[in-house]
């Protein structure tokens, strides 16, 4: 099939719409609390058989652009981010909305996402084959220290106690090991319940600690207690030009989002706060920082969009999906009969080359409907939180039970909303809580892994981990990064 | 005007509860073809006339997958929900619980009502190797398996560039070198596997566990792992990628693999697969069994099903009521003894 046929049919009507329908329904429940782009894609995939595969792809595609971006919406109007990826974005978008700047700080959310969501595509397009080599380089030992990274991010993220901020992150790696170790088949803090031996879900952990714990405290409150609606005129050109001046932060977040997002099973989180972290520590303004600096906003969802284009390469190129959201996206791709890896681009280049080239639309499609929708989306701030939190916590509740259709992942969910308030009370940072509960497992099976081929290959396990030199490089990396960190904050508190 | 604005909110948060609502009933991707089953009403009812003393079904049927959407157990599912909502002329909807191994979902199903309404697909001998390894709330006896669709066998493959060319190989350099492969696994199955494989070839090696089939053929791949033990189905990725399938365990070769070898024609007498089963509770009236395994049994004989899952990359392979139970019981006493050799290992 000639190119142009391939950009041609890329263009027509069906496509155009196929992808504004996928972004649209990816927005809105990226923006629900607890819904998800993966979610969003496993409900819509049944529908995807009786379309051509072109177009199913597209579809979920576009669900999977569209979510990274929804859930920044919430998380900047409510505090309450309709996915973990837009953590980052209530933390310094929330205080810019208490301050009237709601509608800057969704056109900061918007135009960032919009550039980490082409850069990302753009990286597919271009250089598929040398990335899902880079991928391959990543074992067990670079997958660890990768890891171990994100783990020294959290010392520049969040708070200004460095016991509350140790305190949180211990939390949440202790969550992690909750379950069946399935390296030794050991069960930890199960108490022979089969619920806990499932271990605890990501998704109610966010729900709790994000969603159920603002809530919980903005329940009997009057409505300008939680926020008073001012409305900030902003042009749109500021913020795009703001974002332009900044080109080397959306550079260096595009490509942490793009390298992260490659690596197979690593996920999205670590991402977004390895670029929010970066961000902080070079930011001229860091004092700024949670209260409202709009850098954080721009690297974190530059970030978080570039991984969408990224997280394919793997399976595009090998047939292997790397998250949880291309796994479901290549089972709707092996129903029509499609064969993944290096094949497709001779095989199907009209599938391969027209879901490539669809994903750069759904960017333009994203960046439509936010910058129409930011003018309607702010009139949320409207409503009295009498309306407000009783939907958001039903929202809450539906999205926690549709994770695994469990009453038990509700439970987890309000248990630690609870707690969360008492966080939010006492000064201790919610970040580094999730930062643990997503890296504790992959530090963990990593170096499990690490240990059993060392020992299999009869050698000291620093002396495996460290043969190839992709590893030392990310050795030395986490080392720089930690001594970087702590000057940091010795800079910052004397 | 704010009380304009207020209700169009409100009225915007409802548009988002319908939209999750419509959302959630997209998971049945029968709902369509029930309503368009017109060239199948004769079968259907000459279904109902066989079972006219019972009213069955009454009202929707559920089908619970203790897999995530998007793999294969869930497309089987999905497969057989479709042709089942077109059979019975009812609505089939397809519920995920994910979790544990397939446990949480196993678990939901054995504790279902036995009224033929709530149905399950899963991958045996998951829930055999659950229950002789673990403290499950089910045993073997607390399903009724109906039906058998697909067998996918298992293998195992090399890395690109790797030094194994057969098994031959691979068992020759273990029997030298005991414990130094690496063979990578994951799922529920996965150590059981290998552990079979060990106890046939006699030989030592070091399983290093997983957490998806996704980072398994991406750790082969790589090369950080040296063989792969996963299903057949596997493939055409790892060979696109200049990976190899050293043998796979069926009696014979599968027409959409001939190409490559089994392990029984490499000298190792292997069977060891996943089979996807349609199971009901165990205590389900013996006129609503026979009514579903007439209904699967229609399917079988079903040339669209079987190019559905040709299409989906599943071998099919078609087994019935007793030829599945036949089988099934053969298969527990081969695992048996793999179970009890092994047991440190679990």
């Given at each position: 099939m000639e190119t142009l046929d391939i950009l041609l049919s890329t263009l027509s009507p069906s496509v155009l719409m196929i992808v504004f329908i996928g972004v649209l329904i990816g927005i809105i429940v990226g923006a629900i609390p607890g819904l998800n782009g993966a979610i969003g894609i496993s409900l819509l995939l049944p529908l995807t058989f009786a379309m051509d595969p072109q177009n199913g792809l597209l579809l979920l595609g576009g669900i999977y652009m569209g979510g990274m971006y929804g859930g920044s919406i919430t998380a900047i109007l409510l505090n309450v981010p309709g996915d973990i990826v837009a953590a980052p974005a209530a933390m310094e978008g929330y205080p810019l909305t208490k301050q009237g700047r709601s509608k800057e700080a969704l056109y900061y959310s918007i135009f960032s996402s919009m550039v980490g969501g082409f850069l990302g595509v753009l990286v597919l397009i271009l250089f598929t084959p040398p990335l899902a080599n880079f991928a391959l380089m990543f074992g067990p030992a670079e997958m660890f220290f990768i890891s171990l990274s994100g783990l020294v991010v959290i010392g520049a993220i969040a708070g200004n106690n460095l016991y509350k901020s140790a305190f949180a992150a211990l939390l949440g790696l202790f969550v992690s090991t909750i379950g069946i170790d399935m390296a030794a088949g050991a069960e930890r803090f199960t108490f022979d319940a089969l619920t806990l031996r499932q271990g605890i879900n990501l998704i109610p952990v966010v729900l709790g600690l994000f969603c159920f714990a603002e809530m919980f405290l903005n329940i009997g409150k009057k409505a300008n207690e939680v926020i008073t609606y001012k409305d900030q005129p902003i042009k749109r050109m500021t913020v795009i030009k703001d974002i332009f001046k900044h080109k080397y932060l959306v550079a260096k977040s595009s490509v942490i989002g793009t390298a992260i997002g490659v690596?197979?099973?690593?996920?999205t989180t670590l991402a977004v706060f390895l670029s929010y972290g970066e961000a902080k520590r070079t930011s001229k303004r860091r004092q700024d920082f949670e209260k409202g600096n709009t850098e954080g906003i721009i690297a974190a969802e530059s970030a978080n969009n570039a991984t969408v284009g990224s997280s394919m390469v793997p399976l595009l190129a090998l047939g292997v999906p790397g998250s949880p959201t291309t796994a479901i996206i290549a089972g709707a791709l092996i129903i029509h009969g499609i064969v993944l890896g290096p094949s497709l681009f001779e095989q199907r280049p009209d599938v391969a080359y027209t879901f490539l080239y669809g994903m750069l639309l759904t960017v333009f499609a994203m960046g439509i409907i936010g910058a129409v929708g930011i003018k309607y989306f702010s009139y949320i701030l409207k409503v009295r939180q009498e309306f407000i939190v009783p939907t958001v916590l039903i929202f809450a509740i539906f999205g926690a039970y549709s994770i695994r259709n469990s009453l038990f992942d509700v439970l987890i969910a309000i248990i630690i909303g609870v707690f969360g308030a008492v966080f939010k009370k006492t000064g201790v940072p919610l970040a580094p809580i999730i930062i643990g509960v997503v890296l504790g497992p992959l530090i963990e099976r990593n170096l499990t892994r690490s240990m059993t081929i060392a020992e299999a290959q009869n050698l000291p396990l620093l002396q495996y981990m460290l043969t190839n030199p992709l590893a030392i490089v990310l050795l030395v990396f986490v080392i720089l990064l930690l001594v970087v960190v702590v000057r940091m904050r010795k800079k910052d508190f004397g | 005007m704010k009380k304009v604005l207020g209700l169009s909110s409100v009225a915007l948060l409802g548009v988002l509860a319908a939209c999750g609502n419509n959302a959630e009933e997209n998971n049945a991707p029968a709902d369509n073809a029930a309503n368009n089953n017109t060239a199948e009403n004769n079968e259907a009812s000459e279904n109902e006339e066989a079972a006219a003393d019972i009213d069955y079904p009454e009202g929707p049927i559920e089908i619970i997958v203790p897999y995530s959407a998007g793999g294969g157990g869930d497309t089987v599912a999905r497969i057989i929900g479709d042709a089942l909502s077109e059979e019975l002329d009812t609505q089939v909807n397809i519920v995920n619980r994910e979790g544990a191994g397939g446990e949480i979902g196993i678990s939901e199903m054995a504790a279902a009502e036995p009224d033929g309404h709530t149905l399950g697909v899963f991958g045996y001998p998951d829930n055999y190797v659950l229950e002789e390894t673990g403290n499950t709330d089910f045993t073997f006896d607390s399903f009724e398996y109906l039906a058998s669709f697909d067998d996918v066998p298992h293998a195992l493959f090399a890395a690109p560039d790797s030094e194994f060319e057969s098994i031959e190989d691979l068992v020759n350099y273990a029997e030298e070198n005991p414990g130094e492969v690496t063979i990578g696994e994951s799922g529920a199955l996965g150590l059981l596997k290998i552990l079979a494989f060990e106890d046939q070839a006699e030989i030592d090696v070091s399983p290093v566990n997983y957490d998806g089939g996704g980072e398994l053929i991406n750790g082969l791949l790589g090369g950080h792992i040296d063989i792969a033990s996963s299903s057949i189905t596997a493939a055409p990725e790892i060979v696109d990628a200049g990976g190899e399938p050293l043998g796979y365990a069926a009696p014979e070769r599968l027409e959409m693999f001939d190409e490559y070898p089994t392990l029984e024609e490499q000298g190792y007498d292997m069977d060891l697969g996943v089979r996807r089963v349609v199971v009901a509770p165990a205590d389900i009236p013996d006129e609503v069994r026979d009514a579903l395994t007439n209904v699967m049994d229609e399917l079988g004989q079903s040339e669209e099903l079987e190019e559905q899952f040709t299409n989906a990359d599943l071998p099919y392979n078609y087994l019935d009521y007793d030829e599945l139970n036949d089988y099934l019981n053969n298969t527990n006493e081969s695992l048996q003894p793999i179970i009890d050799n092994n047991q440190d290992d679990f």
């Open positions: 690596l197979p099973g690593v996920g | -």
